[in-house]
């Protein structure tokens, strides 16, 4: 059984498209989150749920947003795709508390043309 | 958020002990250590944390400084699998769910 899924692995889509990402974790956690991991390899929190209640929202466009129907689902919705949002993006879960590891999924490699 | 600061790079010898060293001088006293790696076309994995206290699992040992201003990654036996970029991360934060904050990571090469 894989932990943190997403759904698809890989998205190749044409600018001005609007496009989700889906997630589920099966670990029990509360929190999940949204990553995203550019050209350049760095990777940067997007955002954050807690038992489906937005608690970090980065500096990311209105074009981006997150839903989470349950604390087993975060799904990230785009609107309006550009070529500046090609990327992997991850999603990840953990358990509250500082002492708790996060366990990422295998990624969604997005390519806008 | 406190920062950590890693080497770029490293190279290692397979089956040879590896020691990726961390700083991170502006510690809270309430932050752990986490360190997570991600291999080529993979997602981070985590590979250990601690606070204090040196720390030991199947895939490496984390020796902490006394002080905590700086730790160590201890890889036993480095294999061709290992070559990575590992993240060394506090994870602090005012609230439970502090967030991981990914610096650029040392890349591990691991040579035959």
């Known amino acids: 059984d894989t932990a943190v899924s997403q759904t698809p692995k890989y998205l190749v889509t044409q600018m001005g498209n609007d496009k989700s990402i889906k997630c589920e974790q099966n670990?029990?956690?509360?929190?999940m989150y949204w990553y995203k991991q550019d050209s350049k390899k760095f990777l940067k929190i997007m955002f954050s749920y807690n038992n489906k209640e937005l608690i970090i929202n980065e500096t990311v466009p209105n074009r981006f947003s997150p839903k989470s129907p349950d604390k087993a689902h975060l799904n990230l919705h785009i609107n309006s795709l550009e070529l500046g949002d090609s990327a992997v993006y991850f999603c990840?879960?953990?358990?509250?508390?500082?002492?708790?590891?996060?366990?990422f999924g295998s990624g969604t490699r997005l390519t806008v043309v | 958020d406190a920062k950590t600061t890693q080497p770029n790079s490293m190279e290692s010898n397979e089956e040879e002990p590896v020691h990726l060293p961390c700083n991170h001088s502006t510690i809270s006293g309430t932050d752990y250590i986490h360190w997570y790696r991600q291999l080529p076309s993979q997602g981070p994995e985590y590979v250990i944390h601690?606070?204090?206290s040196n720390v030991n699992n199947r895939m490496a040992s984390l020796a902490i400084a006394e002080d905590r201003k700086s730790s160590t990654l201890i890889l036993h036996r480095a294999t061709l699998r290992d070559a990575a970029v590992y993240y060394c991360i506090l994870r602090g934060g005012s609230s439970n769910t502090g967030k991981l904050i990914f610096g650029q990571g040392t890349t591990l090469q691991v040579k035959p």
């Open positions: 601690g606070l204090t």
């Open positions: 670990l029990g956690h509360d929190t």
């Open positions: 990840a879960s953990s358990q509250d508390g500082r002492h708790y590891g996060y366990t």
